[in-house]
C-alpha cells in the first residue's frame, strides 16, 4: 500500500510540473500590443544616382540606365526584354518608380545588344573607362587557343 501511495504521488508531482507556467506565458511585455501590419517591401535604392553608386561600390565593369523613350514605368514587356537580353548581367534593378532599369556587368556587353537596347531605351552608360577595365572583361570562349 505504502509502494502505490508513494507511485500516486510521484505521478502528481510529476503530470503537475510538467505543464506550461501560465505566469511566465502572460508575462510578455508585448501581449496587449496589437500586431504590426505586415508593409509591401520597397526597394532600398530608390534612384538612379543611388543604385549607380550602389553598382560602382560592387565594382561592376559595365553600367547602363534604361528609360522607355516615353518617360513612362516600365511595362512587363520592358522587363521581359530586358531579362531576356541582359540574362548575363550580375545584377538588374528597377528603380525611380519603376521609370528606370540599372544594369551592372562585368562581361563585356556585345554591340549588336547595344544597339538593340539603343533602338527600344534611351540608354546613359555610367560605364568604366576602357583603361580600368580588365581584358578578362569580354566574353570567355573555351575553344580559343592561346
Not at 548575363?88 to 556585345?110: C, M, Q, T
Not at 545588344?113 to 531605351?121: A, C, E, V, W, Y
Amino acid at each position: 500500500m505504502r509502494c502505490s501511495l508513494t507511485i500516486i504521488c510521484v505521478s502528481v508531482l510529476v503530470f503537475t510540473g510538467c505543464g506550461p507556467n501560465e505566469s511566465i506565458l502572460k508575462s510578455g511585455a508585448n501581449n496587449d500590443l496589437a500586431s504590426p501590419v505586415p508593409q509591401a517591401s520597397q526597394a532600398t535604392y530608390d534612384s538612379v544616382d543611388a543604385e549607380v553608386q550602389n553598382m560602382r561600390t560592387a565594382d561592376f565593369n559595365f553600367i547602363l540606365v534604361l528609360r522607355r523613350k516615353d518617360g513612362g514605368k516600365m511595362q512587363a514587356d520592358d522587363k521581359a526584354f530586358v531579362r531576356t537580353n541582359m540574362s548575363g548581367a550580375n545584377r538588374r534593378s528597377l528603380v525611380e518608380d519603376e521609370k528606370a532599369i540599372v544594369i551592372g556587368s562585368n562581361a563585356r556587353i556585345p554591340q549588336d545588344l547595344l544597339t538593340k537596347l539603343n533602338d527600344r531605351f534611351i540608354v546613359q552608360d555610367f560605364s568604366k573607362p576602357e583603361a580600368e577595365i580588365p581584358a578578362s572583361a569580354g566574353p570567355a570562349n573555351a575553344n580559343m587557343m592561346h
